[in-house]
């Protein structure tokens, strides 16, 4: 098994010149993208459709108006003067995502990063969104489907690389080398990746939480009263057991396997 991983949104545009066709790619937008469409998922929803930019996401609800509208920018909810009109269902806290609200629907989603990054990776043999919420089903999803090459995606913030996902592409590399005896090729980044999960592992309160409050994200989010619950919820551990995978249409579904 090789595993690379993407540090910066600034490497994603070469990944459209590679061939991804043997390769899995696993995307992660701990604060907060890739936590909420997990968590939509676990809460009932069918399907969520990544889209890159607001004007994507209008057009699509125009076709479909049952569909319902979820993004941020800058972290806050998209309202009608961003959208020529139109205030969007939800912004992009997880919490926000309850059973009521979304079972059994179609929610497009447009965030500053994560949206982008599932975008890119759509010509991979597989794409999944991953979370600490749901990192060891995905783990077990992947070894289980036996990828010779997975490429970790850490979607960032703007063109910067976010403490937030480099901690948990390191919590995802040590689950999947833990039972592989050496069997296992780390580029440089996965090493980085991996040294960061094991040296908060070793600080005195080794509290994921307090790591991911201190990220810039979490910074953000923490002086916002109406968000700063999302941080401490996007720090569990493997909550949610499920694998969301992106489908052919791209939409985000739960995996079958």
């Known amino acids: 098994m090789k595993i690379e991983t993407i540090l910066?949104?600034?490497?994603?545009?070469?990944?459209?010149?590679?061939?991804?066709?043997?390769?899995?790619?696993?995307v992660f937008d701990i604060l907060r993208a890739t936590s909420t469409?997990?968590?939509?998922?676990?809460?009932?929803?069918?399907?969520?459709?990544p889209v890159s930019e607001i004007a994507e996401a209008v057009?699509?609800?125009?076709?479909?108006?049952?569909?319902?509208?979820?993004?941020?920018?800058?972290g806050v909810r998209i309202r009608a003067a961003q959208s020529g009109g139109m205030d969007f269902d939800f912004g992009n806290s997880p919490r926000e995502f309850t059973p009521e609200k979304v079972r059994g629907k179609t929610i497009?989603?447009?965030?500053?990063?994560?949206?982008?990054?599932l975008r890119v990776g759509a010509g991979a043999q597989c794409v999944l969104a991953a979370a600490f919420l749901n990192l060891t089903a995905t783990a077990d999803f992947l070894r289980r489907e036996n990828f010779a090459e997975i490429l970790l995606v850490c979607?960032?913030?703007?063109?910067?690389?976010?403490?937030e996902d480099?901690?948990?592409?390191?919590?995802l590399i040590e689950l999947l080398t833990a039972r592989e005896d050496g069997r296992v090729s780390l580029s440089d980044a996965s090493q980085i990746a991996l040294e960061a999960f094991t040296n908060?592992?070793?600080t005195d309160s080794g509290d994921l939480g307090a790591a991911l409050g201190d990220s810039e994200n979490g910074r953000r989010l923490l002086a916002m009263p109406e968000l700063r619950a999302d941080v401490a919820f996007c720090a569990q551990r493997d909550v949610f057991d499920l694998v969301a995978g992106l489908d052919a249409d791209g939409a985000l579904r739960r995996v079958c396997a």
């Open 8 to 26: 910066t949104p600034t490497e994603l545009p070469a990944l459209a010149r590679r061939d991804l066709r043997q390769t899995a790619c696993v």
């Open 37 to 49: 469409f997990v968590t939509a998922l676990h809460h009932g929803a069918a399907a969520i459709v």
């Open 59 to 74: 057009a699509l609800r125009k076709q479909q108006p049952d569909i319902l509208l979820a993004g941020e920018r800058a």
């Open 108 to 117: 497009v989603s447009t965030t500053t990063n994560g949206t982008r990054a």
């Open 155 to 163: 979607a960032g913030t703007g063109d910067n690389v976010a403490l």
């Open 166 to 171: 480099v901690l948990a592409a390191g919590a």
């Open 200 to 202: 908060l592992k070793l």
